[in-house]
């Protein structure tokens, strides 16, 4: 997929990687989903050939640092340079950050290390002031879209994708994956018998247990369209899908009782 978006931040990094100018650090500070390591992979194949090599975890260790000696001080064979990226930077523990300083600090001139992170509150001054730091913004809905056709996404679930995570087009995939998908059954299950606010709670504590307030917000505001569009119009669920569609309006808010509360309004059981 070609990089879609950051046409204006792409053009003003390219001088900094020329052989005079070229910087040793650099740090992408955008959203998740809007493309940010695709940026990053665009911007080199695009300046000259050069080797890549990722390190993406939730938690980024001093020995994940270590352990990239071997590669990092092996001189690119077929290559002018290497290109290491670590993202999301805000997973690497204070250990690693200095790790990744004494690196930075020994860095051989063919190396580029490239950080991709959210925010900078996590991250040591230190290591904050050895990188040159280029800020990425949201998605225009247009762009959102572009992505989405390009992964051959049905143009109808657009406007509830959109919803789900406005101008974050990759974040809005991942908020619809098959967590979402796998607890359909138990929706089916819950309307095709006698539900009722009640037993709404209920089904809500079978959802994983691993899931946040927002993972419970997006399931719903996820659900609420297909149900609209699979009820007659004015009817009961018709009514409780728009109640559930309207919570968007209100981000952060527990759907624990809210959503049993919003079926009780439309259904009166």
């Not at 000259?48 to 000696?69: A, E, F, N, V, Y």
């Not at 247990?209 to 505001?221: G, P, Q, R, V």
Request: with cysteine; aromatic share 8%; net charge negative.
């Amino acid at each position: 997929m070609t990089l879609i978006g950051h046409a204006k931040q792409l053009a003003n990094l390219k001088p900094l990687f020329l052989p005079e100018k070229r910087r040793s650090a650099i740090g992408i500070i955008a959203p998740e989903g809007v493309g940010r390591f695709k940026f990053v992979e665009t911007l080199f194949s695009s300046i000259l050939p050069c080797d890549q090599k990722k390190l993406s975890s939730s938690t980024i260790s001093i020995d994940s640092i270590r352990d990239l000696q071997n590669w990092v001080f092996a001189h690119p064979v077929q290559s002018q340079l290497k290109v290491l990226t670590i993202g999301p930077a805000e997973n690497l523990s204070s250990e690693a950050q200095n790790a990744l300083l004494k690196l930075l600090e020994e860095a051989p001139d063919y190396l580029v290390i490239v950080l991709v992170c959210e925010t900078l509150s996590e991250l040591l001054n230190t290591l904050i002031s050895r990188v040159q730091w280029i800020q990425l913004y949201l998605l225009s809905k247009a762009h959102c879209e572009q992505v989405w056709q390009s992964l051959m996404i049905d143009a109808n679930i657009y406007p509830q994708l959109w919803s789900l995570a406005p101008g974050q087009p990759g974040l809005a995939l991942k908020r619809t994956t098959h967590k979402f998908l796998a607890n359909l059954g138990l929706i089916n299950k819950f309307i095709s018998s006698k539900p009722s606010a009640f037993g709404l709670l209920h089904l809500q504590e079978q959802f994983p247990s691993d899931w946040t307030d927002a993972d419970h917000m997006d399931f719903w505001l996820w659900l609420a369209p297909q149900i609209f569009q699979s009820v007659p119009q004015g009817s009961h669920l018709a009514n409780f899908s728009i109640s559930v569609s309207n919570l968007i309006e209100n981000p952060g808010v527990s759907t624990n009782l809210l959503i049993p509360a919003l079926w009780q309004e439309a259904f009166g059981s």
